[in-house]
């Protein structure tokens, strides 16, 4: 059986990577999506306010899984990054509110990330039924 892999680098309303990256990779029904930052995609600018990039990232999460024909209720794995574990409250309260069925596996990771001014960045494993 032949596999194809398929890279993907620029999604519609999603900010493209600004590095050599796929903001996906999609190997058969599964769908790997990369680390993705609160940047809001019409002004390039990262928020200030953490919800406001917590909210940025499910958003840029959800168009990516709906440009390939899925939805938030097939991803089966996140993991989390944040910037401080202080914010983990604040963004597990917004997370939730993204997953009406169920959560999917996640880890979270207090780690320093690539740009000084981002809070979170969230990388998501789904499937395409």
Known sequence: MEKRVEKVDAVKGVPAPRSSYSIYTRVGN??????????????????????EQVRLVMESIKKTLESVGTSMENVLKTTVFLKDRSYLIPYDEIYRTY???????????????????F???????AWIP
């Open 30 to 51: 599964l769908i790997f999506l990369a680390g993705l930052t609160g940047v809001n995609p019409e002004t390039k600018e990262i928020p200030k306010s953490f919800t």
């Open 119 to 125: 809070l979170i960045e969230i990388e998501a494993i």
């Open 99 to 117: 997953f009406k069925n169920g959560y999917p596996a996640r880890s979270t990771v207090v780690a320093e990330l690539m740009h000084e001014d």
